[in-house]
Protein backbone atom coordinates (compact mmCIF):
# COMPACT_ATOMS: atom_id res chain seq x y z
CA UNK A 1 0.00 0.00 0.00
CA UNK A 2 2.93 2.23 1.01
CA UNK A 3 4.32 1.78 -2.53
CA UNK A 4 1.08 2.36 -4.27
CA UNK A 5 0.87 5.60 -2.66
CA UNK A 6 4.19 6.62 -3.61
CA UNK A 7 3.09 5.81 -7.20
CA UNK A 8 0.27 8.05 -6.71
CA UNK A 9 2.60 11.04 -5.08
CA UNK A 10 4.70 10.77 -8.24
CA UNK A 11 2.09 10.46 -11.14
CA UNK A 12 -0.08 13.13 -9.42
CA UNK A 13 2.50 15.82 -8.86
CA UNK A 14 4.86 15.19 -11.60
CA UNK A 15 3.06 14.15 -14.15
CA UNK A 16 -0.23 15.83 -14.50
CA UNK A 17 -0.01 17.89 -11.02
CA UNK A 18 -4.23 17.90 -10.61
CA UNK A 19 -5.14 19.57 -7.27
CA UNK A 20 -5.40 16.46 -5.03
CA UNK A 21 -1.68 16.52 -5.50
CA UNK A 22 -2.11 19.42 -3.10
CA UNK A 23 -3.95 17.25 -0.58
CA UNK A 24 -1.62 14.68 -1.19
CA UNK A 25 1.77 16.86 -0.35
CA UNK A 26 0.29 18.39 2.60
CA UNK A 27 -0.44 14.78 4.01
CA UNK A 28 2.79 13.63 2.79
CA UNK A 29 4.55 15.33 5.96
CA UNK A 30 7.72 13.42 5.32
CA UNK A 31 7.15 10.16 6.41
CA UNK A 32 7.73 8.22 2.90
CA UNK A 33 4.61 7.68 2.63
CA UNK A 34 1.05 9.53 1.82
CA UNK A 35 -1.59 8.83 4.34
CA UNK A 36 -4.30 10.12 2.67
CA UNK A 37 -8.03 10.82 4.55
CA UNK A 38 -10.03 8.14 5.43
CA UNK A 39 -12.87 9.02 3.09
CA UNK A 40 -10.62 9.88 0.22
CA UNK A 41 -8.09 6.65 0.41
CA UNK A 42 -11.13 4.90 -1.87
CA UNK A 43 -11.44 7.40 -4.71
CA UNK A 44 -7.27 7.68 -5.26
CA UNK A 45 -7.74 5.23 -8.15
CA UNK A 46 -10.53 7.66 -9.38
CA UNK A 47 -8.17 10.90 -9.49
CA UNK A 48 -5.02 8.96 -10.49
CA UNK A 49 -7.64 8.54 -13.72
CA UNK A 50 -8.07 12.26 -13.86
CA UNK A 51 -4.49 12.32 -13.99
CA UNK A 52 -4.34 10.22 -16.82
CA UNK A 53 -6.75 12.45 -18.64
CA UNK A 54 -4.92 15.47 -18.09
CA UNK A 55 -1.32 13.14 -19.70
CA UNK A 56 -3.32 12.04 -22.64
CA UNK A 57 -4.61 16.67 -23.14
CA UNK A 58 -1.63 17.73 -25.78
CA UNK A 59 -2.03 21.61 -26.59
CA UNK A 60 -1.57 21.63 -30.24
CA UNK A 61 1.34 23.44 -31.68
CA UNK A 62 1.89 25.78 -34.39
CA UNK A 63 4.64 26.74 -37.19
CA UNK A 64 5.91 30.12 -36.19
CA UNK A 65 4.60 32.07 -39.29
CA UNK A 66 2.46 35.05 -39.25
CA UNK A 67 -0.83 36.56 -40.54
CA UNK A 68 -1.29 39.65 -39.71
CA UNK A 69 -4.96 40.39 -40.60
CA UNK A 70 -4.36 43.86 -41.78
CA UNK A 71 -1.84 42.85 -44.72
CA UNK A 72 -5.48 41.13 -46.20
CA UNK A 73 -7.17 44.33 -46.17
CA UNK A 74 -8.99 44.33 -42.45
CA UNK A 75 -9.50 48.05 -40.89
CA UNK A 76 -9.68 47.91 -36.88
CA UNK A 77 -11.85 51.12 -36.94
CA UNK A 78 -15.42 49.44 -36.12
CA UNK A 79 -16.75 49.91 -38.78
CA UNK A 80 -15.09 48.46 -41.59
CA UNK A 81 -15.93 44.77 -42.85
CA UNK A 82 -13.65 42.57 -42.41
CA UNK A 83 -15.31 39.03 -43.07
CA UNK A 84 -13.28 38.80 -46.25
CA UNK A 85 -9.96 40.30 -44.58
CA UNK A 86 -10.93 37.05 -41.93
CA UNK A 87 -11.19 34.58 -44.44
CA UNK A 88 -8.46 35.09 -46.70
CA UNK A 89 -5.81 35.29 -43.85
CA UNK A 90 -7.21 32.31 -42.41
CA UNK A 91 -7.02 30.87 -46.12
CA UNK A 92 -3.36 31.72 -46.27
CA UNK A 93 -2.27 30.25 -42.79
CA UNK A 94 -3.66 26.96 -43.67
CA UNK A 95 -1.89 26.97 -46.99
CA UNK A 96 1.02 27.60 -45.87
CA UNK A 97 1.00 24.68 -43.63
CA UNK A 98 -0.12 26.67 -40.43
CA UNK A 99 0.68 29.10 -37.95
CA UNK A 100 -0.80 32.53 -36.28
CA UNK A 101 -3.52 34.88 -37.53
CA UNK A 102 -2.96 37.96 -35.76
CA UNK A 103 -5.56 40.08 -34.51
CA UNK A 104 -3.84 43.69 -33.48
CA UNK A 105 -5.09 46.53 -31.46
CA UNK A 106 -8.14 47.86 -32.68
CA UNK A 107 -12.20 47.06 -33.13
CA UNK A 108 -12.53 44.49 -36.11
CA UNK A 109 -15.92 43.68 -37.28
CA UNK A 110 -16.60 40.43 -38.48
CA UNK A 111 -19.13 38.07 -40.15
CA UNK A 112 -18.76 34.10 -39.74
CA UNK A 113 -15.10 33.45 -38.98
CA UNK A 114 -14.11 29.43 -40.15
CA UNK A 115 -10.75 28.00 -39.05
CA UNK A 116 -9.06 25.68 -40.63
CA UNK A 117 -6.67 23.11 -39.61
CA UNK A 118 -3.02 24.19 -37.93
CA UNK A 119 -4.24 28.01 -37.44
CA UNK A 120 -4.07 29.96 -33.86
CA UNK A 121 -6.59 33.10 -34.04
CA UNK A 122 -4.14 35.12 -31.78
CA UNK A 123 -6.56 38.39 -30.28
CA UNK A 124 -4.24 40.59 -29.04
CA UNK A 125 -4.50 42.53 -25.73
CA UNK A 126 -6.02 45.63 -27.01
CA UNK A 127 -8.08 44.16 -30.06
CA UNK A 128 -11.35 43.18 -29.86
CA UNK A 129 -13.17 41.05 -32.93
CA UNK A 130 -16.96 42.38 -32.99
CA UNK A 131 -19.42 40.00 -34.35
CA UNK A 132 -21.53 42.18 -37.15
CA UNK A 133 -25.01 42.13 -35.93
CA UNK A 134 -26.64 40.85 -39.69
CA UNK A 135 -28.04 37.74 -39.58
CA UNK A 136 -27.07 36.78 -43.04
CA UNK A 137 -23.33 37.54 -42.80
CA UNK A 138 -23.83 33.83 -40.68
CA UNK A 139 -24.92 32.41 -43.78
CA UNK A 140 -24.70 29.55 -46.16
CA UNK A 141 -26.27 26.74 -43.16
CA UNK A 142 -23.88 24.90 -41.83
CA UNK A 143 -23.96 21.18 -40.18
CA UNK A 144 -24.39 22.18 -36.25
CA UNK A 145 -26.17 21.10 -33.22
CA UNK A 146 -28.93 23.26 -31.49
CA UNK A 147 -29.99 22.44 -27.82
CA UNK A 148 -28.60 18.88 -28.66
CA UNK A 149 -30.14 18.51 -32.25
CA UNK A 150 -28.32 18.32 -35.32
CA UNK A 151 -29.26 21.20 -37.99
CA UNK A 152 -28.86 23.12 -40.85
CA UNK A 153 -28.61 26.18 -39.07
CA UNK A 154 -26.85 29.94 -39.20
CA UNK A 155 -22.64 29.05 -38.63
CA UNK A 156 -21.82 29.68 -35.37
CA UNK A 157 -19.71 33.56 -34.53
CA UNK A 158 -16.18 31.28 -34.96
CA UNK A 159 -16.64 27.73 -36.40
CA UNK A 160 -14.52 24.88 -37.94
CA UNK A 161 -15.68 21.59 -38.88
CA UNK A 162 -13.49 18.32 -39.06
CA UNK A 163 -10.18 20.07 -38.19
CA UNK A 164 -7.53 18.96 -36.28
CA UNK A 165 -5.02 21.31 -34.31
CA UNK A 166 -6.88 24.90 -34.11
CA UNK A 167 -6.55 27.20 -31.23
CA UNK A 168 -8.01 31.19 -29.91
CA UNK A 169 -5.84 32.72 -27.72
CA UNK A 170 -4.72 35.86 -26.77
CA UNK A 171 -5.83 38.76 -23.99
CA UNK A 172 -8.32 40.61 -26.45
CA UNK A 173 -11.93 40.81 -26.52
CA UNK A 174 -14.40 38.48 -28.47
CA UNK A 175 -17.80 41.00 -28.89
CA UNK A 176 -20.69 38.86 -29.72
CA UNK A 177 -23.03 42.13 -30.22
CA UNK A 178 -26.18 40.67 -29.12
CA UNK A 179 -28.38 42.29 -26.87
CA UNK A 180 -32.23 42.79 -26.48
CA UNK A 181 -32.26 44.67 -30.04
CA UNK A 182 -29.74 41.64 -31.65
CA UNK A 183 -30.22 38.32 -31.62
CA UNK A 184 -31.79 38.20 -28.14
CA UNK A 185 -35.31 38.45 -28.96
CA UNK A 186 -35.44 35.76 -31.13
CA UNK A 187 -35.81 33.76 -27.95
CA UNK A 188 -39.15 34.90 -27.67
CA UNK A 189 -39.07 36.35 -23.76
CA UNK A 190 -40.57 39.82 -23.82
CA UNK A 191 -38.70 42.03 -21.84
CA UNK A 192 -36.09 41.87 -23.59
CA UNK A 193 -37.05 43.46 -26.81
CA UNK A 194 -39.56 41.13 -27.71
CA UNK A 195 -43.37 41.95 -27.74
CA UNK A 196 -46.52 39.67 -28.57
CA UNK A 197 -46.23 39.46 -32.82
CA UNK A 198 -42.44 40.08 -33.11
CA UNK A 199 -40.82 36.81 -34.93
CA UNK A 200 -39.24 34.26 -32.60
CA UNK A 201 -37.82 30.84 -32.31
CA UNK A 202 -40.98 28.60 -31.07
CA UNK A 203 -42.75 27.73 -34.32
CA UNK A 204 -38.99 26.12 -35.65
CA UNK A 205 -37.98 25.26 -32.60
CA UNK A 206 -41.52 22.39 -32.93
CA UNK A 207 -40.38 21.56 -36.22
CA UNK A 208 -36.72 20.83 -35.44
CA UNK A 209 -38.30 18.71 -32.14
CA UNK A 210 -40.15 16.61 -34.72
CA UNK A 211 -37.74 16.33 -37.31
CA UNK A 212 -35.44 14.77 -34.63
CA UNK A 213 -38.12 12.71 -33.58
CA UNK A 214 -39.03 11.25 -36.80
CA UNK A 215 -35.42 10.49 -37.98
CA UNK A 216 -35.87 13.57 -40.70
CA UNK A 217 -32.00 12.88 -42.39
CA UNK A 218 -29.90 15.67 -40.90
CA UNK A 219 -29.78 17.12 -44.43
CA UNK A 220 -32.99 17.95 -44.64
CA UNK A 221 -33.63 19.61 -41.19
CA UNK A 222 -32.88 23.15 -43.01
CA UNK A 223 -33.12 26.41 -40.90
CA UNK A 224 -30.91 29.90 -40.87
CA UNK A 225 -32.84 32.75 -42.27
CA UNK A 226 -36.21 33.11 -41.04
CA UNK A 227 -36.54 29.97 -38.56
CA UNK A 228 -34.58 32.41 -35.69
CA UNK A 229 -33.18 29.70 -34.45
CA UNK A 230 -29.85 31.80 -32.59
CA UNK A 231 -26.49 30.56 -33.72
CA UNK A 232 -23.80 29.63 -30.75
CA UNK A 233 -20.86 31.95 -29.91
CA UNK A 234 -17.77 29.43 -30.62
CA UNK A 235 -18.42 26.17 -31.77
CA UNK A 236 -15.98 23.54 -33.11
CA UNK A 237 -17.46 20.36 -34.43
CA UNK A 238 -16.38 17.26 -35.22
CA UNK A 239 -12.59 18.37 -34.20
CA UNK A 240 -9.23 17.31 -32.70
CA UNK A 241 -6.82 19.03 -30.34
CA UNK A 242 -7.94 22.46 -29.63
CA UNK A 243 -6.86 25.46 -27.67
CA UNK A 244 -9.19 28.24 -25.91
CA UNK A 245 -6.79 30.47 -24.00
CA UNK A 246 -6.79 34.01 -22.78
CA UNK A 247 -9.77 35.35 -24.64
CA UNK A 248 -13.18 37.44 -23.07
CA UNK A 249 -16.48 36.85 -24.11
CA UNK A 250 -19.46 39.09 -23.98
CA UNK A 251 -22.30 39.24 -25.82
CA UNK A 252 -23.36 36.19 -27.20
CA UNK A 253 -26.35 35.36 -29.10
CA UNK A 254 -26.61 32.19 -27.19
CA UNK A 255 -24.21 29.36 -26.22
CA UNK A 256 -20.66 30.42 -26.02
CA UNK A 257 -17.95 27.59 -25.75
CA UNK A 258 -19.90 24.68 -27.87
CA UNK A 259 -17.41 21.91 -28.66
CA UNK A 260 -19.30 19.29 -30.17
CA UNK A 261 -18.04 15.59 -30.71
CA UNK A 262 -14.56 16.63 -30.17
CA UNK A 263 -11.35 15.52 -28.79
CA UNK A 264 -8.80 17.10 -26.80
CA UNK A 265 -9.71 20.02 -26.05
CA UNK A 266 -8.39 22.76 -23.43
CA UNK A 267 -9.96 25.85 -22.24
CA UNK A 268 -7.96 27.62 -20.06
CA UNK A 269 -8.07 31.22 -18.29
CA UNK A 270 -11.08 32.67 -21.03
CA UNK A 271 -13.13 34.85 -18.98
CA UNK A 272 -16.94 34.99 -19.60
CA UNK A 273 -19.04 38.43 -18.63
CA UNK A 274 -22.16 38.88 -18.07
CA UNK A 275 -24.15 40.21 -20.31
CA UNK A 276 -25.39 43.78 -20.00
CA UNK A 277 -29.56 44.29 -20.40
CA UNK A 278 -30.63 40.71 -19.79
CA UNK A 279 -31.89 39.12 -16.81
CA UNK A 280 -32.42 35.78 -15.91
CA UNK A 281 -36.52 36.33 -16.14
CA UNK A 282 -35.73 37.96 -19.84
CA UNK A 283 -32.08 37.39 -21.42
CA UNK A 284 -31.55 34.16 -23.27
CA UNK A 285 -29.98 30.85 -22.53
CA UNK A 286 -26.35 31.76 -22.78
CA UNK A 287 -24.79 29.05 -21.31
CA UNK A 288 -20.84 29.56 -20.48
CA UNK A 289 -19.28 26.52 -21.90
CA UNK A 290 -20.89 23.31 -22.91
CA UNK A 291 -18.58 20.24 -24.13
CA UNK A 292 -21.05 18.06 -26.03
CA UNK A 293 -20.35 14.48 -26.72
CA UNK A 294 -16.88 15.21 -26.50
CA UNK A 295 -13.87 13.61 -24.99
CA UNK A 296 -10.84 14.62 -23.26
CA UNK A 297 -11.22 17.91 -21.54
CA UNK A 298 -10.12 20.32 -19.46
CA UNK A 299 -11.47 23.93 -18.26
CA UNK A 300 -9.13 25.38 -15.96
CA UNK A 301 -8.90 28.94 -14.48
CA UNK A 302 -11.63 30.30 -16.43
CA UNK A 303 -14.38 32.73 -14.37
CA UNK A 304 -18.22 32.66 -15.67
CA UNK A 305 -20.77 35.29 -15.41
CA UNK A 306 -23.79 33.60 -17.69
CA UNK A 307 -27.58 34.41 -18.77
CA UNK A 308 -28.21 30.57 -18.10
CA UNK A 309 -25.37 26.98 -16.42
CA UNK A 310 -21.77 28.33 -16.56
CA UNK A 311 -20.56 25.30 -17.20
CA UNK A 312 -22.84 22.59 -18.63
CA UNK A 313 -21.84 18.83 -20.35
CA UNK A 314 -24.35 17.72 -22.94
CA UNK A 315 -24.36 14.97 -25.01
CA UNK A 316 -27.58 15.31 -27.15
CA UNK A 317 -31.32 15.53 -26.37
CA UNK A 318 -33.69 13.18 -26.84
CA UNK A 319 -33.46 10.81 -30.18
CA UNK A 320 -30.65 12.27 -31.68
CA UNK A 321 -28.46 11.72 -28.55
CA UNK A 322 -29.79 8.28 -29.10
CA UNK A 323 -29.13 8.37 -32.94
CA UNK A 324 -25.70 9.84 -31.85
CA UNK A 325 -24.75 7.76 -29.29
CA UNK A 326 -21.35 9.46 -28.22
CA UNK A 327 -21.44 10.60 -24.89
CA UNK A 328 -18.88 13.10 -23.00
CA UNK A 329 -16.52 11.49 -21.32
CA UNK A 330 -13.04 12.45 -19.15
CA UNK A 331 -13.39 16.30 -18.29
CA UNK A 332 -11.75 17.54 -16.07
CA UNK A 333 -12.32 21.24 -14.15
CA UNK A 334 -10.27 22.96 -12.31
CA UNK A 335 -9.75 26.31 -10.65
CA UNK A 336 -12.87 28.03 -12.07
CA UNK A 337 -14.67 30.87 -10.56
CA UNK A 338 -18.72 30.74 -11.40
CA UNK A 339 -20.59 33.78 -10.66
CA UNK A 340 -24.02 34.43 -12.15
CA UNK A 341 -25.94 31.85 -14.08
CA UNK A 342 -28.50 28.90 -13.08
CA UNK A 343 -26.26 25.94 -12.22
CA UNK A 344 -22.10 26.66 -11.20
CA UNK A 345 -20.98 23.40 -12.72
CA UNK A 346 -23.88 21.65 -14.71
CA UNK A 347 -24.41 18.22 -16.23
CA UNK A 348 -27.35 17.99 -18.75
CA UNK A 349 -30.20 18.21 -19.73
CA UNK A 350 -29.26 17.35 -23.09
CA UNK A 351 -27.75 14.70 -22.22
CA UNK A 352 -28.84 11.50 -24.20
CA UNK A 353 -26.13 9.70 -25.12
CA UNK A 354 -24.32 9.99 -21.37
CA UNK A 355 -22.27 11.83 -19.22
CA UNK A 356 -19.52 9.79 -17.81
CA UNK A 357 -16.14 10.39 -15.83
CA UNK A 358 -16.21 13.90 -14.76
CA UNK A 359 -13.79 15.25 -12.32
CA UNK A 360 -14.19 18.92 -10.76
CA UNK A 361 -11.78 20.34 -7.89
CA UNK A 362 -10.91 23.86 -6.08
CA UNK A 363 -13.99 25.74 -8.16
CA UNK A 364 -15.23 29.10 -6.66
CA UNK A 365 -19.18 29.08 -7.23
CA UNK A 366 -20.62 32.67 -5.64
CA UNK A 367 -23.42 34.88 -6.48
CA UNK A 368 -26.85 35.91 -5.24
CA UNK A 369 -27.75 35.63 -8.73
CA UNK A 370 -26.36 31.71 -9.04
CA UNK A 371 -28.87 29.38 -8.42
CA UNK A 372 -27.54 26.23 -7.87
CA UNK A 373 -23.38 24.98 -7.36
CA UNK A 374 -23.58 21.51 -8.71
CA UNK A 375 -26.36 20.66 -10.88
CA UNK A 376 -27.76 17.46 -12.72
CA UNK A 377 -31.06 17.58 -14.38
CA UNK A 378 -32.33 14.85 -16.42
CA UNK A 379 -35.64 13.25 -16.86
CA UNK A 380 -37.37 10.26 -18.71
CA UNK A 381 -37.20 11.95 -22.31
CA UNK A 382 -33.87 12.03 -22.22
CA UNK A 383 -32.29 9.32 -20.53
CA UNK A 384 -28.98 8.51 -20.57
CA UNK A 385 -26.69 6.79 -18.11
CA UNK A 386 -24.53 9.28 -16.09
CA UNK A 387 -21.68 8.02 -13.86
CA UNK A 388 -18.38 8.81 -11.91
CA UNK A 389 -18.68 12.16 -11.12
CA UNK A 390 -16.01 13.35 -8.66
CA UNK A 391 -16.20 16.90 -6.77
CA UNK A 392 -13.41 17.98 -4.38
CA UNK A 393 -12.35 21.22 -2.55
CA UNK A 394 -15.63 22.97 -3.46
CA UNK A 395 -16.09 26.33 -2.27
CA UNK A 396 -19.52 28.08 -2.41
CA UNK A 397 -20.18 31.68 -1.08
CA UNK A 398 -23.53 31.76 -1.57
CA UNK A 399 -26.21 30.65 -3.97
CA UNK A 400 -29.89 30.85 -4.53
CA UNK A 401 -31.42 27.54 -4.03
CA UNK A 402 -29.08 24.07 -3.47
CA UNK A 403 -26.01 23.80 -2.98
CA UNK A 404 -25.98 20.19 -4.73
CA UNK A 405 -28.94 19.40 -6.92
CA UNK A 406 -29.93 16.33 -8.48
CA UNK A 407 -33.15 16.26 -10.34
CA UNK A 408 -34.83 13.75 -13.20
CA UNK A 409 -38.15 15.64 -12.97
CA UNK A 410 -36.35 18.87 -15.16
CA UNK A 411 -38.99 19.93 -17.54
CA UNK A 412 -40.90 16.68 -18.85
CA UNK A 413 -39.76 14.91 -15.66
CA UNK A 414 -41.24 11.29 -15.92
CA UNK A 415 -43.46 11.83 -18.80
CA UNK A 416 -41.26 9.77 -21.19
CA UNK A 417 -40.36 6.17 -21.58
CA UNK A 418 -36.15 6.60 -21.04
CA UNK A 419 -34.97 5.51 -18.04
CA UNK A 420 -32.40 8.14 -16.87
CA UNK A 421 -30.03 6.54 -14.86
CA UNK A 422 -27.27 8.09 -12.53
CA UNK A 423 -24.85 6.34 -10.04
CA UNK A 424 -21.50 7.65 -8.39
CA UNK A 425 -21.47 10.75 -7.20
CA UNK A 426 -18.61 11.89 -4.60
CA UNK A 427 -18.70 14.99 -3.25
CA UNK A 428 -15.62 15.82 -0.93
CA UNK A 429 -14.96 18.96 0.91
CA UNK A 430 -16.95 21.17 -0.11
CA UNK A 431 -18.01 24.44 2.08
CA UNK A 432 -21.57 26.53 1.41
CA UNK A 433 -22.14 29.84 2.77
CA UNK A 434 -25.48 30.32 2.22
CA UNK A 435 -28.25 28.44 0.68
CA UNK A 436 -31.87 27.58 0.74
CA UNK A 437 -31.39 23.76 0.85
CA UNK A 438 -28.18 21.59 1.36
CA UNK A 439 -29.27 19.46 -0.70
CA UNK A 440 -32.19 18.56 -3.51
CA UNK A 441 -31.99 15.17 -4.46
CA UNK A 442 -34.79 13.82 -6.90
CA UNK A 443 -34.59 10.59 -8.44
CA UNK A 444 -37.71 9.26 -10.21
CA UNK A 445 -40.24 5.84 -9.03
CA UNK A 446 -38.79 4.37 -11.56
CA UNK A 447 -35.21 5.45 -11.62
CA UNK A 448 -33.46 6.11 -8.36
CA UNK A 449 -30.76 8.14 -7.40
CA UNK A 450 -27.39 5.55 -7.10
CA UNK A 451 -24.62 6.19 -4.82
CA UNK A 452 -24.17 9.78 -3.64
CA UNK A 453 -21.42 10.60 -0.99
CA UNK A 454 -20.81 13.63 0.67
CA UNK A 455 -17.42 13.39 2.85
CA UNK A 456 -16.00 16.65 5.04
CA UNK A 457 -18.84 19.01 3.66
CA UNK A 458 -20.29 21.94 5.86
CA UNK A 459 -23.23 23.77 4.58
CA UNK A 460 -24.03 26.94 7.01
CA UNK A 461 -26.83 29.51 6.73
CA UNK A 462 -28.98 27.08 5.34
CA UNK A 463 -32.95 28.38 5.63
CA UNK A 464 -34.86 24.74 4.28
CA UNK A 465 -34.94 21.38 4.73
CA UNK A 466 -32.68 19.44 2.09
CA UNK A 467 -35.04 17.39 -0.42
CA UNK A 468 -34.53 13.42 -0.81
CA UNK A 469 -37.01 11.74 -3.18
CA UNK A 470 -36.06 8.08 -4.54
CA UNK A 471 -32.37 7.43 -4.10
CA UNK A 472 -30.85 4.35 -3.19
CA UNK A 473 -27.36 4.90 -0.98
CA UNK A 474 -26.88 8.43 0.56
CA UNK A 475 -23.55 8.42 2.33
CA UNK A 476 -22.81 10.99 4.41
CA UNK A 477 -19.23 11.01 6.49
CA UNK A 478 -18.69 14.11 8.77
CA UNK A 479 -21.20 16.38 6.81
CA UNK A 480 -22.23 19.23 8.74
CA UNK A 481 -25.74 21.49 8.32
CA UNK A 482 -26.27 25.26 10.25
CA UNK A 483 -22.95 23.87 13.02
CA UNK A 484 -24.74 20.61 13.41
CA UNK A 485 -22.94 17.19 12.15
CA UNK A 486 -25.89 15.14 10.34
CA UNK A 487 -26.42 11.59 9.37
CA UNK A 488 -29.81 12.09 7.33
CA UNK A 489 -30.80 14.75 5.03
CA UNK A 490 -34.45 15.60 3.96
Known amino acids: MSNRRQFLHRALIGGAGVGIAGLIRRAHAGRGFVQLPTSMRAETDAWAEAARILQRIKEPTFARREFDIRKFGAVGNGRADCTDAFAKAISACSRAGGGRVLVPAGEFVTGAV ?15 IKFDR ?5 LP ?16 FIYAFGQQNIAITGEGTIDGQADCDHWWPWKGRPGCGWKKGDPEQSKARKLLYEMVEKGTPVSQRVFGEGSY ?13 IL ?3 VTLRHSPMWQLHPVLCRNVTIRQVRIEREAGATEETGPNTDGCDPESCRDVLIKDCSFA ?8 KSGRNNDGRRVPVPSENIVIQGCRMKDGHGGITIGSEISAGVRNVFAEDCHLDSASLNVAIRVKNNALRGGQLENFYFLNIEVGQVVDAAVAVDFNYEEGENGPYTPRMRHLVI ?7 SRRAVNLQGLKKAHLDDIQLSNCTFENVGNSSVVKYVDGLTLSNVRVNGNIVTSVG
Not at 306 to 313: K, R, S, V
Open 114 to 128: HLRSNVNLHVTKDAT
Open 134 to 138: DPRKY
Open 141 to 156: VVFTRWEGMELMNYSA
Open 229 to 241: LRPNFIQPYRCNN
Open 244 to 246: IEG
Open 306 to 313: TGDDCIAI
Open 428 to 434: ENLRSGK
